[in-house]
C-alpha cells in the first residue's frame, strides 16, 4: 500500500528565512507525480508544487522548490524568504499507484512563519 | 469564478438527521472526488467519479452515497449522521487523473450533535 509520511507535525521559521519540510513516501512505481499542498486558515486546498519523477530536475515555483530524491523516495519542500502568508498546513501528496486517481496524503505539517 | 463550490460550506445537525452536500465544478472537469479531514487534519479519498462513473469507493459506510447527476456536480448523502461524521468534506476534480492537479473546494464543515 502506498504511504506518504511527513515527520514534522509542526514547524516554524522566522519571517524572510528560509524552512524545509520533510517528506517520504513508498511506492513501487517508477513513473509517478508528487504534490505539495497548502492549507491556510482559511482552510482552501491550494497547490502549491509538482514534481514528476522520471524528471531529474527539481521542480521550482517562485519561492517553492523541491528537493527530490527518488532513489531514497524523499520529496522535501523548500520555502526561501518565508512571508507571514505561508503560515499554513502542508501536505505532501501522490498517487498510490500508476494511473491512480486518487491522492494519497501525509498527515501533514503545520508551518508557522514568525514576524 | 468559482472553480469548485460546494454548498454549504457550514452544517451543523442533530444526530439520526439526514443531509446532502452539493459540489460544482466550473473547469470542464471529467473526474471528482470527495475527501473527509477528520479533527487531526488527516485526509482521506472517500469516492471518486470519472465521466459520471463511479471509479473509486473507498471504505465508507453505506450511510453516505455519492451521487454524480452529471460531470460538472458530484453530490454527497449522508443518512442517519453519527458524531463520528463531524469532519470537513472536501470536493475535488481534475482532468483524468495520475499527475492531474486536483483543483479542491472551499471544504463543508459538517457539526453533528
Known amino acids: 500500500a502506498q504511504t506518504v509520511t511527513q515527520s514534522q507535525p509542526e514547524m516554524s521559521v522566522q519571517e524572510a528565512e528560509t524552512v524545509t519540510l520533510s517528506c517520504t513516501y513508498d511506492?513501487?512505481?517508477?513513473?509517478?507525480?508528487l504534490f505539495w499542498y497548502k492549507q491556510p486558515p482559511s482552510r482552501q486546498m491550494i497547490l502549491v508544487i509538482r514534481q514528476e519523477a522520471y524528471k531529474q530536475q527539481n521542480a521550482t515555483e517562485n519561492r517553492f522548490s523541491v528537493n527530490f530524491q527518488k532513489a531514497a523516495k524523499s520529496f522535501s519542500l523548500k520555502i526561501s524568504d518565508s512571508q507571514l502568508g505561508d503560515t499554513a498546513m502542508y501536505f505532501c501528496?501522490?498517487?498510490?499507484?500508476?494511473?491512480?486517481?486518487?491522492?494519497?496524503f501525509g498527515k501533514g505539517t503545520k508551518l508557522s512563519v514568525i514576524p | 469564478d468559482t472553480a469548485v463550490s460546494q454548498t454549504p460550506k457550514y452544517l451543523v445537525t442533530q444526530m439520526g438527521n439526514d443531509k446532502s452536500i452539493k459540489c460544482e465544478q466550473n473547469l470542464g472537469h471529467d473526474t471528482m472526488y470527495w475527501y473527509k479531514q477528520d479533527s487531526k487534519k488527516f485526509l482521506k479519498i472517500m469516492f471518486s467519479?470519472?465521466?459520471?462513473?463511479?471509479?473509486i469507493n473507498e471504505t465508507v459506510p453505506n450511510r453516505f452515497s455519492p451521487k454524480s447527476p452529471d460531470k460538472a456536480h458530484l453530490n454527497l448523502h449522508i443518512n442517519s449522521l453519527e458524531l463520528g461524521d463531524s469532519a470537513v468534506y472536501f470536493c475535488?476534480?481534475?482532468?483524468?487523473?495520475?499527475?492531474?492537479?486536483?483543483?479542491f473546494g472551499p471544504g463543508t464543515r459538517l457539526t453533528v450533535l
Open positions: 501528496a501522490c498517487p498510490p499507484g500508476a494511473g491512480s486517481y486518487q491522492l494519497t
Open positions: 467519479y470519472n465521466n459520471k462513473e463511479l471509479i
Open positions: 475535488a476534480s481534475s482532468q483524468g487523473g495520475d499527475g492531474n492537479e486536483q483543483f
Open positions: 511506492t513501487s512505481e517508477n513513473n509517478y507525480y
